[in-house]
């Protein structure tokens, strides 16, 4: 994301937050898209690099999806995040 870009760190989240809730429907399917797109704006938001890594151990892609936690892990995760990351990308 480039600094300054409030429309683009807009639409990251907004698609963020869009996945939550598809995630919390069970449609990791969707979700998945709506991360990836997210991803073309911020390649390094390590929140979005944990939900793809959800997104992508429910459609059964668990290789990709540790892919994506150990890039999350290599970031700065909040607290939360953290012990998200802990629960998932061991299972």
């Known amino acids: 994301m480039v600094a300054g870009d409030a429309k683009a ?3 990251v989240f907004q698609s ?5 809730a598809l995630m919390a429907k069970n449609r990791s399917d969707l979700a998945l898209a709506k991360f ?3 991803n073309k704006y911020a390649s390094n938001l390590a929140r979005l690099y944990l ?5 992508l151990g429910y459609a ?3 290789e990709e ?3 994506q936690y150990a890039l999350a892990a290599g970031l700065d995760l909040s607290a939360a995040d953290k012990a998200e ?3 998932v990308s061991h299972g």
């Open 51 to 55: 939900k793809l890594g959800e997104a």
């Open 65 to 67: 999806a540790q892919k």
């Open 60 to 62: 059964g892609k668990k």
């Open 16 to 20: 963020l937050n869009q996945g939550d």
């Open 36 to 38: 990836e797109e997210a």
């Open 9 to 11: 760190g807009s639409f």
């Open 85 to 87: 990351l802990a629960k």
